[in-house]
């Protein structure tokens, strides 16, 4: 006899019958089973799948309705617990909300494909377009975050943000200010202060800006950057690098509060050797001329043009001559010059000529002298110093001789 392939007739349990895919339940249960696993924060092995059912295996409403159930209070759960969420680990996803993410591996992200506007990033409720495309991007519009990447190294020689650029014509670390501010900040509370390998920047305000809050600190250390301000300094208040108890390196950049001036380091000690650059005090860089240039002449029918055409009359009588005449080269705001004299036809007598500023009093020293029996002259000199900043003299017959130091280069 032909054995009875129809179903069963269904139980108590299981009245009104309806069509579950065994699949679906199985599915429903495997994310119950990843809910407790996160709230847990355990790892375990996944299960093995059970065996799928035929789509038209038929399950028990109640058992169906139990596992939905299951599901759904297990959901409510996470919900409830989202406040607090569970860290993930090796081989976890990475949980949103969670500062607690461990790993004992590095993670990565490899991005495939020439169309992705960067790779990783974090915005500040939204960036404007990017004028470059980075792998990773940290955007503060001062909604949420002050600054769109911070790096802060804690321990002894370690660098909050070190960029590296390794082919022709690429930069380590790049900074654009789009409005006012910085394209990129660097401070220090004690050391060296921030250090920077390759910088650019575009804004209104400087392109790289290092600062040294702390006394304690030697200041920022730049090296190249392309900007509306190329580089910005900020002074400190530590004492002048040769009178300074900080290790010096060869290639630091200091401006100190003390006598307004920046100094180069140019070899490596403590304090090291400092050679200042330019101040206040100072007269700066001295531009040699590749050939002297005649700005002026007072003899008649001479060059250059500039008058008057007179000698210098007797009793000191100030004349204003002009150092840029003859496109000498000298510019406006020009701090110092050099000048050969020459005297002419000088009347017979001790006399002396000087030299001083078009807008200061006349000074007690004279540029140049003579004298028929006086046995006067006088000349302009350059000389080097030792360590201690002494020269020699000597002549080949007997005379007195006057020093006047006029100034200095350091």
């Not at 404007?128 to 503060?140: C, D, N, Q, V």
């Not at 082919?167 to 220090?188: C, E, K, P, R, W």
């Not at 050797?273 to 050939?291: E, Q």
């Not at 000349?379 to 360590?387: G, H, M, V, Y």
Request: net charge neutral; aromatic share 4%.
């Amino acid at each position: 006899m032909r054995a009875d392939r129809r179903p069963s007739l269904p139980t108590d349990d299981d009245q009104d019958l309806v069509l579950v895919p065994r699949a679906r339940l199985e599915a429903l249960e495997a994310r119950l089973a990843e809910h407790d696993r996160r709230l847990g924060a355990m790892e375990a092995p996944p299960a093995a799948p059970s065996r799928p059912s035929p789509p038209d295996e038929g399950i028990g409403r109640r058992r169906a309705l139990l596992g939905i159930a299951g599901v759904a209070a297990g959901a409510a759960a996470a919900v409830a617990s989202s406040a607090q969420p569970a860290a993930a680990a090796n081989g976890s996803n990475i949980v949103i909300g969670s500062d607690n993410n461990t790993g004992t591996a590095h993670t990565g992200l490899s991005v495939q494909g020439s169309a992705a506007l960067y790779g990783f990033g974090v915005t500040d409720d939204g960036a404007s377009t990017l004028t470059l495309r980075p792998a990773i991007f940290g955007h503060g519009k001062g909604q949420n975050f002050a600054v769109g990447v911070y790096g802060q190294g804690q321990s002894e020689q370690c660098d909050g943000v070190v960029g590296e650029g390794l082919g022709i014509g690429s930069d380590g670390v790049v900074g654009h200010a789009l409005s006012t501010g910085d394209g990129v900040v660097g401070t220090s509370v004690e050391g060296y202060g921030g250090r920077f390998s390759t910088q650019s920047g575009f804004g209104s305000d400087a392109a790289v800006s290092a600062s040294a809050p702390s006394t304690q600190s030697a200041g920022g250390t730049c090296y190249s950057a392309f900007g509306t301000t190329h580089v910005h300094l900020l002074p400190n208040a530590r004492p002048i690098p040769p009178s300074d108890t900080l290790p010096g390196q060869v290639g630091q950049l200091r401006w100190t509060t003390s006598g307004g001036a920046l100094w180069a380091c140019t070899a490596s000690g403590t304090p090291g050797t400092w050679r200042k650059l330019v101040g206040t005090g100072t007269a700066g860089a001295f531009h040699l001329l590749p050939a002297p240039v005649r700005i002026y002449d007072s003899r008649p029918s001479s060059t250059p043009a500039q008058g008057p055409k007179t000698p210098l009359p007797a009793g000191n009588v100030a004349r204003t001559i002009d150092c840029k005449h003859n496109g000498s080269g000298v510019p406006a705001g020009a701090t110092g010059v050099v000048i050969t004299v020459l005297l002419a036809n000088a009347a017979t007598g001790n006399g002396n000529l000087t030299i001083w500023a078009n807008d200061k009093p006349k000074p007690q020293s004279n540029t140049m002298v003579w004298g028929g029996n006086s046995g006067r002259f006088t000349a302009t000199a350059l000389s080097a110093l030792d360590a201690q900043a002494r020269i020699k003299i000597d002549a080949s017959l007997q005379t007195n001789v006057i020093l006047d130091v006029v100034g200095y280069y350091r």
